[in-house]
């Protein structure tokens, strides 16, 4: 069986460049191992534009918001499922933040994504320590699992999927094509996610994966419309339930929940409302992350055949599909441009 391209991973990063390729008429064959822990099976798809910590853009993001919009919603339509949640996110501010948010976010050009002038009007008696709230027009959320699960469907429909292993013994090179069992492929992409750690052929990176953990829990009293931020995100999904998150270990890298990650968030949420909650679920997952947390993209340089896409990270949600557009363009041959911050050459 020939096709264009076999495609390594169906996570968040391997959907949205079969996506891109499906787009663009290329055929191929998706490698899904059901029994690998995928980071997008736990990722509550928060999407923000803004880094608090430095009240800075979001690296890309004039570029990749409408970009990630734009993706989402052809997904929607071709998947005839929502997917995608605009709406406003709200940081809490103390008294002291307010200048420092005016003043940021204009030296920064943050306009097009939150109101320069803090919001007092806008109240939650459940979150009584906020002297008032920055607001960040342009945020959201993405349904990542709903993504992932109904493109799969989609794949299985066109018999675009093979849910096992891959099996590195069985991969060989042609001058002009790889070969795996029955397949022949014009080129191999790997988008592996964290276990691209045990890739023979990407020993040279550098990754710097991050477990994080999310909790979800039922806030009967809350009654938020919007994400809440402050240490911890707060983010509702509908029927007073609610995503609370995330925690970040660079040590211990295993998809175990733990007792003290549900501790550290139930306290950091306490700090924010004084509002019960009931446990409904906890989740664990590792974050693809590099070196200098930007994506890797391309061929390896010493394998021609060979492609990657990974590192999506945290940002994965907003990030993803203006790389998963840039890298099937340039598979296919209608664009030589990857972008250097993102580029495997750097490893090279």
Known sequence: MKVNFIIVGQGLAGTLLASELLRQNKTFVVFDDPDQHKASEVAAGLINPVVFRRMTKSWLVDDAFPCMET???????????????????LRILREDDEVLWNEKTFANKLEP??????????TNHHIPNAFSFGCVNKSGRLEIQKLISSFSELL?????????????????????????????AQKIIFCEGSSVSQNPFFKNLKFKHSKGEILELEIQELKLNEIVSSDIFVMPVGANRYKVGATYSWDNLDCEITESAREELLIKLGKVTSASSEFLDQRAGIRPTMHDRKPVTGVHPEFPQIAIFNGLGSKGALIGPYFAKQLAEFMIGKSE???PEADINRYF
């Open 71 to 89: 993706t989402y919603r052809q997904l929607e339509d071709l998947l005839n499922v929502k997917l995608y949640f605009p709406g406003r996110m």
């Open 113 to 122: 994504y939150l109101n320069p002038e803090p919001d007092r009007n806008f």
């Open 156 to 184: 299985e429909h066109r018999n675009a999927v093979r849910k096992e292993k891959f099996d590195f013994g069985k991969l060989s090179f042609t001058t002009d094509s790889v070969i795996y069992n029955d397949l022949a």
């Open 337 to 339: 441009y990857l972008h």
